[in-house]
């Protein structure tokens, strides 16, 4: 069973910026992290959980939600079997619980169903 675990997130000041990390374990040597396709998601109170970025198995592809194109990158470490978010210049709109969720596929998952794995997320919260 796969486990995702979130961290880094916090307080910043609008314009800041935060790297929020996701570490997998629980991986199986028929399984490693470099076969899953990752994804960052948001959920602020009272609205439903989105997309904010995608990277597929090997880092050559990515997606990002048209809010946080070009103010977040995302990246992935397989031999730490760690993905990033790198989230600049944020907007108080930004607020919210950030997940990150793992599908075993080489391709790139933009769909929040098709995700097996689910962290617990991680608080960010952008003052104006």
């Known amino acids: 069973q796969v486990q995702l675990v979130e961290s880094g997130g916090g307080l910043v000041q609008a314009g800041g910026s935060l790297r929020l990390s996701c570490a997998a374990s629980?991986?199986?040597?028929?399984?490693?992290?470099?076969?899953?396709?990752m994804g960052w998601f948001r959920q602020a109170p009272g609205k439903e959980r989105e997309l904010v970025s995608t990277i597929n198995w090997s880092g050559a592809s990515t997606y990002y939600a048209d809010a946080v194109k070009g103010r977040f990158t995302i990246s992935r470490d397989n031999a730490k079997n760690t993905v990033y978010l790198q989230m600049n210049s944020l907007k108080p709109e930004d607020t919210a619980v950030y997940y990150c969720?793992?599908?075993?596929?080489?391709?790139?998952?933009?769909?929040?169903?098709?995700?097996?794995?689910w962290g617990q997320g991680t608080q960010v919260t952008v003052s104006s």
């Open positions: 629980g991986l199986t040597f028929s399984s490693t992290f470099s076969s899953y396709a």
């Open positions: 969720a793992a599908r075993h596929t080489s391709l790139l998952v933009t769909r929040s169903s098709e995700y097996n794995y």
